[in-house]
């Protein structure tokens, strides 16, 4: 069975430019979450999406932006990057909204020069 | 939330039991004790959860103490694959409309031969 798939793998993006980065829940899997994490740090939460809609948001600016499609797959956009995000972008899926376990990708690596 | 206390590192023989503790003083009621780990370059993994009573699953064996306040991840026999960095998250199964994972900076274990 496949896990949660994310793409692209790494990513070099320059100050101001705009990047899209993409996740494949498991299938079955109704929400994602995006997390952002920092070289040294512990992953840090952004979003929450459950059936197309926005149940959770973490302390980001709003030059961050998700979004979940029909087949529960989501995007997460950022605008107007700055070198601070450059960052290891996580996706975790779960079956609702509230679940015991959640099943993370292993993420794209973005670098913004 | 209530936040968690985890040492920063720890080292273990390989074979032997790696025991993890965990403070996490100002727990509610109602909130889990959560264990994930991330292997350096991939995703975080779900290993173990708990609410007051002592669970084991193929990967591990979780202790929480009587009051709640603590509680110890136990890999009974470490392999060099278990090098990670392991988070405690508490956290409430019922947080309204969004479930976010607050992670820490984690403890880093080093299995070693």
């Known amino acids: 069975d496949a896990g949660v798939t994310q793409s692209p793998t790494h990513l070099i993006k320059t100050r101001g430019q705009q990047v899209t980065l993409r996740c494949s829940p498991i299938s079955g899997h109704k929400s994602v979450s995006w997390y952002q994490q920092v070289l040294g740090q512990g992953p840090q939460f952004i979003f929450q999406y459950y059936e197309k809609e926005e149940r959770g948001r973490g302390n980001f600016p709003d030059r961050f932006s998700a979004r979940q499609f029909p087949n529960y797959s989501s995007e997460l956009n950022v605008n107007a990057l700055l070198l601070g995000d450059s960052a290891l972008y996580l996706c975790a899926s779960s079956l609702e909204v509230r679940a015991y376990g959640y099943t993370f990708g292993s993420g794209t690596r973005l670098t913004v020069v | 939330d209530a936040k968690t206390t985890q040492p920063p590192s720890m080292d273990c023989a390989e074979g032997r039991a790696a025991n993890l503790p965990c403070n996490h003083s100002?727990?509610?009621?109602?909130?889990?004790v959560y264990w994930y780990r991330q292997i350096h370059s991939q995703g975080p993994q779900y290993i173990i959860h708990?609410?007051?009573n002592n669970e084991t699953n193929e990967m591990a064996s979780l202790i929480i103490t009587e009051d709640r306040k603590s509680s110890t991840l136990i890999l009974p026999h470490a392999t060099l694959r278990d090098t990670a960095v392991y988070y405690c998250?508490?956290?409430?199964?019922?947080?309204?409309?969004?479930?976010?994972?607050?992670f820490g900076t984690g403890t880093r274990l080093q299995v070693t031969l």
């Open positions: 100002t727990i509610s009621g109602n909130e889990y």
């Open positions: 998250i508490v956290r409430a199964l019922d947080t309204g409309t969004a479930s976010k994972l607050t």
């Open positions: 708990g609410l007051k």
